[in-house]
């Protein structure tokens, strides 16, 4: 088995990105970026400026709307998180790769008569690192070597900076003891080039067409090499290779999709606290959720397509923090209705944020939930390109854009509404008694019937809504 050297390679032609050197926003880009903290602000003051201009029995009849739309909701994401559940019991009991062999020729043969047998598929796990620590890049490359695909159709590919001399290192090793249960362990030195932002999006926007020249030094077929965007901490299941390239070959749209496992935090999750293990619980679930709902689906994290999707979407943008989002959505642009995210009823397992100290884990939390938030900064790039492809339909553009901005929207504004939603016209009528400030309606509300009927439904409504907690932890 050849094991190139580490080295750079020059690099190699390309379809040219969208925009390749970020340049100074216009008066109308500025808008669209503030626009969305804006409108979050506007929410949360909402708390404190309607009753001030509007009785409040109306008041109070839209935090009853709020919470009851709470409720319906909960109901709703619960009932998907326990459909996905039982699938992934399904899925993760079937030996994917027999079956895929006992297909018969007609199921993966395409009308032109090209043949996509599931033996001709490969595989490549595009891996960015930095600073990784070493028994985590090994758990990593472990779990793919584990994976039950075959070995002579498994491709590594680890991307680190010129700088990471530990990480070269590590790589080194890997190939050393993982070599050859793998068809190639390649090794790409990323240089830092100008004008990026520094981070994972980056490092794939540079890995990205050094695969590419790799698979085709090889001699490969593009549209049968499959590549999955790999977190260096994501562990797949045994079973995920051989699920994807059953869906793949048996697909005609192949060409036009990106395959979304589940990602679940759990790799550490009892070695975390409390407050972590919950909000990996959470992310957990959504994403259990979302595979119900495969029209708001946007790929996350990790995830598999074919490299020639990936050649032919421009590869990543190098220019922003979130490669999972922007990715689906430079993808989405480029082929509008007929791109999908095909969701992969198997788990990949992933580390919750975790640091030496007990504060320093959550320091880690917040800055993991705060990369999670840059994707609210897709708003502007998603808005200006639903005006510029008449070609999409403009009832599927309005619709993922709606979907985009009310999830950013919500999941920073929801908590404050929920939490404080029912008590702020109370507090209000004590400041105005206490300040001599004018407000619509009684001063006095507390002891108004609406104060009375507001505390009693909405402790009623979030009552029951809290019932979905327990089928949650469950």
């Given at each position: ?129 930095y600073t990784e620590r070493y028994a985590v890049l090994n758990a990593t490359v472990s ?332």
């Amino acid at each position: 088995m050849s094991l190139p050297e580490v080295g750079l390679r020059p690099p190699p032609d390309q379809p040219a990105d969208p925009d390749p050197q970020p340049t100074p926003p216009t008066l109308g880009q500025r808008v669209l970026e503030v626009l969305p903290g804006t409108a979050t602000w506007l929410v949360i003051l909402a708390l404190v400026l309607l009753p001030m201009v509007i009785l409040p029995a109306v008041v109070v009849a839209m935090i009853i709307v709020l919470d009851l739309y709470w409720l319906v909701r909960s109901i709703i994401v619960v009932r998907g998180i326990l459909r996905t559940h039982r699938q992934l019991g399904y899925d993760t009991e079937h030996d994917w790769l027999a079956m895929g062999r006992e297909l018969p020729a007609e199921a993966w043969t395409d009308p032109d008569g090209e043949a996509f047998d599931p033996a001709d598929i490969y595989h490549v796990a595009l891996i960015p690192t930095y600073t990784e620590r070493y028994a985590v890049l090994n758990a990593t490359v472990s779990a793919l070597a584990a994976a039950a695909y075959p070995a002579d159709r498994k491709i590594v590919a680890i991307i680190t900076r010129t700088t990471d001399t530990q990480g070269i290192e590590n790589v080194q090793r890997l190939r050393e003891e993982y070599g050859d249960r793998f068809f190639r362990f390649w090794h790409i030195l990323d240089p830092l080039l100008p004008g990026i932002v520094v981070g994972k999006s980056a490092a794939m926007a540079y890995g990205g067409p050094e695969l590419y020249q790799l698979v085709e030094d090889e001699g490969l077929d593009p549209r049968k090499v499959i590549v999955t965007d790999l977190d260096s901490d994501f562990r797949i299941h045994p079973q995920y290779l051989a699920r994807v390239t059953w869906d793949y070959v048996q697909d005609r749209e192949r060409d036009y999709r990106l395959y979304q496992p589940i990602p679940m935090f759990h790799n550490n999750l009892w070695r975390v606290p409390a407050a972590v293990h919950v909000l990996a619980s959470a992310a957990t679930q959504w994403q259990m959720f979302l595979h119900t709902r495969p029209q708001r689906l946007v790929t996350f994290a990790s995830y598999s397509m074919s490299i020639r999707l990936v050649r032919d979407v421009g590869y990543w943008d190098p220019h922003v923090i979130q490669e999972d989002s922007r990715f689906f959505w430079r993808a989405f642009f480029r082929y509008g209705e007929r791109l999908a995210v095909v969701p992969v009823h198997l788990p990949i397992y992933g580390d919750c944020p975790r640091a030496r100290g007990y504060g320093q884990t959550h320091v880690s939390q917040y800055n993991q939930i705060k990369r999670w938030a840059w994707g609210v900064s897709d708003v502007p790039f998603v808005f200006i390109n639903m005006l510029t492809h008449p070609e999409i339909p403009a009832r599927l553009r309005l619709h993922r854009f709606l979907n985009l901005v009310f999830n950013h929207l919500m999941w920073v504004a929801m908590p404050l509404l929920l939490l404080f939603g029912a008590s702020i016209p109370g507090y209000l009528a004590v400041l105005a008694q206490s300040t001599g400030i004018h407000f619509v309606g009684p001063t006095d509300y507390s002891l108004t019937p609406a104060s009375d009927y507001l505390g009693i439904t909405s402790a009623v409504i979030l009552t029951f809504t809290m019932l979905s907690v327990a089928v949650l932890i469950y």
